[in-house]
């Protein structure tokens, strides 16, 4: 289970930022996904991040390429936590943002399976 | 404007059998498998098709997936009125060192 949490409300140029705390498992050995909805619009991946179980090395992420100089992306293993950080926001990332378990098929193949409830993001003065 | 392309919507009458269309490139569709999510009205996305043709636990098999070349469909038979739900179709893609894309999403309509 996925659970999304942060701020409702941000102010333009500041940095949006949200939490995803996962239950039931870890968060090591899955990828983990943001993704946003504006209200009454499609679905934007924001980016990934995979933490293998050896710690001793960093998280793999990617980006959007068009989020990506705004973006960053961390995690949490003792608390089974993942994070993003949007800087300097506009009302162009008012959102529904979404946290999503990401994983590999058989064949290597990426897919999301599990997705949380989503918490709505507004951007405004 | 999304990099995978499906039609705005669709309907039919319950009982009718109806197919989305995704139509992709050789950087997304034709190189990696194809995910469907069907939205309900105010809920999140949920999984209901992955790997181009596989069902998750609980997917009814009313839902099938399909992919050939550079294209997928997702066919819906026996429409039920609770199958009213936007549906997306998702990829990955190869393209500016790699990134998930999602189809702009189909409404469908059970009249």
């Known amino acids: 289970q996925l659970s999304e949490s942060g701020p409702g409300l941000v102010r333009p140029s500041e940095t949006l930022s949200l939490t995803c705390t996962v239950s039931?498992?870890?968060?090591?050995?899955?990828?983990w996904s943001w993704i946003r909805q504006p209200a009454g619009k499609g679905l934007e991946w924001i980016g990934r991040l995979y933490r293998s179980g050896y710690t001793k090395y960093n998280p793999s992420l990617d980006y959007n390429p068009s989020l990506k100089s705004r973006v960053s992306m961390s995690v949490d293993v003792s608390k089974n936590q993942f994070f993003l950080n949007l800087n300097s926001v506009t009302g162009a990332d008012t959102a529904m943002y979404y946290c999503?378990?990401?994983?590999?098929?058989?064949?290597?193949?990426?897919?999301?399976?599990?997705w949380g409830q989503g918490v709505l993001v507004t951007v405004s003065s | 404007q999304s990099v995978l392309t499906q039609p705005p919507s669709v309907s039919g009458p319950p009982g009718q059998r109806l197919t989305i269309s995704c139509s992709g490139s050789s950087s997304n569709i034709g190189s990696h498998t194809l995910n469907w999510y069907q939205q309900l009205p105010g809920t999140a996305p949920k999984l209901l098709i992955y790997?181009?043709?596989q069902r998750p636990s609980g997917v009814p098999d009313r839902f099938s997936g399909s992919k050939s070349g550079t294209s997928a469909s997702l066919a819906i038979s026996g429409l039920q009125s609770e199958d009213e739900a936007v549906y997306y179709c998702a990829s990955w893609d190869d393209t500016r060192n790699g990134q998930w894309v999602f189809g702009g999403g189909t409404t469908l309509t059970v009249l």
């Open positions: 039931d498992g870890s968060v090591s050995s899955y990828y």
């Open positions: 999503a378990r990401g994983r590999l098929d058989g064949d290597g193949y990426f897919y999301h399976d599990y």
């Open positions: 790997s181009n043709n």
